[in-house]
């Protein structure tokens, strides 16, 4: 297999402007889907399209199912709806259902009469669930057993189907009214006795996930029992579909991009634009809201150091440490609630352990401001001497006020850091979304009343 | 199957204290293993280690293989040598080796001789992959078959070995070197006729990693060719291992914590263990060197402060604006570090699209700059009368100064939250380790330095 190896871009352009039928056949039947697929995106949508029309129509869809999200909307856009029909009757059911969800109204109202009764039915059913849940990442292709089977006739039943579906390692057993009785494994199914009942060697109790389900939520199901594939029921415990574990690999990934997002303050568009295909000004659009209001949010902050300005005329070394205080007040407070978010995520803890939790962040808080007063105090008598101050003043003093104030807000950002993702937690948000940066300009804030406070207190101004 | 059930705790504990071996067997057999591992992790490690001894050895092993890789430690470091020979040797290759690994020298001088030659060979041999590595994650345990045979025998002999082995849906064919030839999945040895030939039937150019490839790289190829499995080959081209998908999802869900750590400033100890059961000054130890340090650079920012102290005390209000100054950059840069990492990780962009990368973020950040340097040039106009300054020094002019400076600390720190990763990528470190918050604190002293000489300047001091 060639792994991506950017130099075949040329190669395809030139075969395309030469018209080489074969070699762009050759092309697209040599090279695995993935590849071709991540080659042909590199290019313009109709010269992609182009090479594409190379390969039969399933090996076309297949490739086509292997295209980033924004890509395939972009090809379609440029296809006529009778390609589109036929393109989309070859794909596989979730990702026709997906391509489906994210069509235009008016593409939607003209694709679905070209397309036959069944796939019709099919994507009106799997693009009915909400985004984001299990019942919109699953697929209907799926094998089922009835229970009488013997392991026999099950297996040449799964080799009957196998060429339709996605997976026939796991078949589910279910009765006449769909509901999900149990699964077989192939394996099981070839180790056994070739008269064995399919109803005795089904795994009973199958772990299963609900249509409306958190996509994550069944994801990590599979991760944790080791599944290939998940069963999917809805509200009348009927079996309508599965998610593979190629797709909780992939929803995994998805939810990982959407926490980084989130954490680094970039706007939820939450689609798979590729970074080099989006042009400045959506990147732009994306960034702005968040850096706004993060600024109009620090211009408090500008107000609060503007209301001690008195304070900092008087003592110009405070202004030397609020870098650091701000800093330090967001590197706690992020490191908390990192870690709390992540433990929430991976089902270590629960919102009902609050009260450990903030014990705990407390203990390591006092440790870390401890070690962190003793710094800036150091800081201060060693080099404060420079600075403009009251006549006299000791250095001592405002080297000790200046390491409390800093204690306080180390203490503060990491209390504050653990608990905005228990509170959202318990408030059924996302725990990430209250991540840094929201979070640093919230310690800021707080962070600079403190210090402000703490040090026009101690330093009896 | 029961799901994740904390009420099932008490149960155990009461049916530990009574001694009702029964109802504990019970409980092992029924449950799922990763279920029963999830309840018997929240014992002392004596209690779970008791839980277990109820389960026959090969479900034991499968129990505590689900484990967290601490909780193993722990209950390992409870039992005599005899025990956890017993309990490797049923234990999947990978999950015996990882564990060999993280045993103390002497437990591992201990529990060697009391292995079967097998098994000792197998582990040396997975135990000297480094950590971290595709040898280091693979496991032995996979079937080759040669190809000659015809499907219906390749079937039966997966049949045959099928209990022994982690997977039979893909079985890999090798020469008499154990070089790799291809793959058949028994989704094509069941849909085939039963006299073709393996060779005839099998997929060549299998996609494939090799021992020291980064185990990462190898869990994005299963995500990428939507496999099951990934053989890994030696120097010499010999097929020595698998990793299959579940590894793939445990992989990336690892890399994935370690991103997050790296982002958050935790030092890596990279180990899973929880939070719950991680000790206060342990948490400390882990948190404490990132925050010192950054603190420490922080006294950098301080001293820029300190330096420009003379035009602080004429001109107040650029007080005001540091917070804001400081904000903004932290928060740009992570935005463009969060993109240009994210896109690397992902493959869509190669350190080689540098100048492209740049040329993108300079047309993004002259956006930014222009939105936020109006935004502070309005809260100058507007809010700043109030603050001490050279008498009639006209407020625009201030504005224009703050406005200006802020928009250069934008591109700039937006050009250097593009640029490193990129520069680490080049030199083959991971681009997420220079990502914010060492990048907060970088982007602080350039933006302190920027926004001080430009004030400096326009304001003609």
Known sequence: MTMKNPLLVPELRTMLAGGDTDALRDFCETLHPAVVAELASALSEEDAWAVLTHADLPLRAEIFSHMADDIQADIIATLHRQDIARLMTEMPPDDRADLFRRLPEDSREAVLPALAQAEREDIRRLASYEEGTAGAAMTSDYATLGPHLTAAQAIERLREIAPDRETIYYAYVVDENRRLLGFVSLKDLIVAKRDARVSDLMHRDAVSARVDDDQEDAARKIQKYDLLALPVI????????????????????????????????????????????????????????????????????????????????????????????????????????????????????????????????????????????????????????????????????????????????????????????????????????????ALTTAVDITGLLIYFTTAKILLGI
């Open 234 to 437: 809805d509200g009348a415990d009927a079996l309508v579909g599965i998610v593979t574990y190629d797709d909780a690999i992939d929803i995994i990934t998805q939810e990982h991009t959407e926490d980084m997002e989130k954490f680094m303050a970039i706007a939820g568009s939450h689609e798979e634009a590729m970074y080099m295909r989006t042009p400045p000004w959506v990147h732009f659009r994306n960034r702005a809201p968040w850096v706004a209001a993060l600024a109009v949010l620090g211009l408090v902050s500008g107000f609060i150091v503007q209301s001690f300005e008195g304070l900092l005329m008087q003592f110009a070394i405070l202004a030397a440490f609020m870098p650091m205080v701000a800093d330090t007040g967001g590197n706690t407070g992020s490191q908390s609630a990192t870690l709390v978010i992540r433990a929430l995520a991976l089902r270590e803890i629960a919102p009902r352990d609050a009260l450990r939790i903030l014990f705990k962040e407390f203990q390591v808080a006092i440790l870390l401001a401890l070690l962190l007063g003793m710094l800036a105090f150091g800081r201060v008598v060693l080099f404060g001497g420079g600075s403009s101050m009251p006549l006299n003043y000791p250095l001592a003093t405002i080297g000790i006020a200046i390491a409390i104030a800093l204690g306080l807000q180390v203490v503060t950002s990491t209390l504050i850091g653990a608990v905005l993702p228990l509170a959202a937690a318990r408030a059924k948000l996302d725990p990430a979304v209250v991540a840094s940066p």
